[in-house]
């Protein structure tokens, strides 16, 4: 297993829709390991694969004892709303407050190519919403309001600076 640089915004690739996952092979479940690494060394919850370079529908997550790998993944059954703060990886990290549905199914198939449906509320089903957002290349700062938008575009410049 190995970690994986991290892709980060304005990169091209998190703009992009990503491509389908056809094959479910030894080298795919091999990206979902090293995804799974690359996450946990960055202290994410979820890591979609334009997070790391590859326009492709896919996500890890490991979120509230939801520990799963969504290949051509779609949301649906979205209800309610919950208010909290979200960030990204690709964003530093940076946190913004984000209504999101409070209960979402995530519809998706694991890295032997199994359909699966999966239902989840809270931090999860937020958690569901972000990853597929980003295989269809939208970023959670896309969600935010113009002026939200640029405060946390400039304290992640700001970040890459120092850094
Ligand atoms: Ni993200």
Sequence with gaps: MAVLKITEYPAKVLGEVGEPVVK???ELRRLCDDMFETMYD?????LAAPQVGLSLRLFVMDCEGLKLVAANPEVFNLEGEQP??????????????LKRAARATLRAQDSEGNWYEREATGLAARCFQHETDHCDGILF??????LKRNMV??????LKKWE
Aim: net charge neutral; proline share 6%; aromatic share 6%.
């Design 24 to 26: 479910f092979d030894e």
């Design 42 to 46: 960055d202290g994410g919850v979820g």
């Design 84 to 97: 909290g703060e979200e960030g990204c990886l690709s964003v530093g990290k940076i946190h913004s407050p």
């Design 141 to 146: 700062i896309n969600r935010l309001s113009p």
């Design 153 to 158: 575009v400039k304290r992640f410049q700001k």
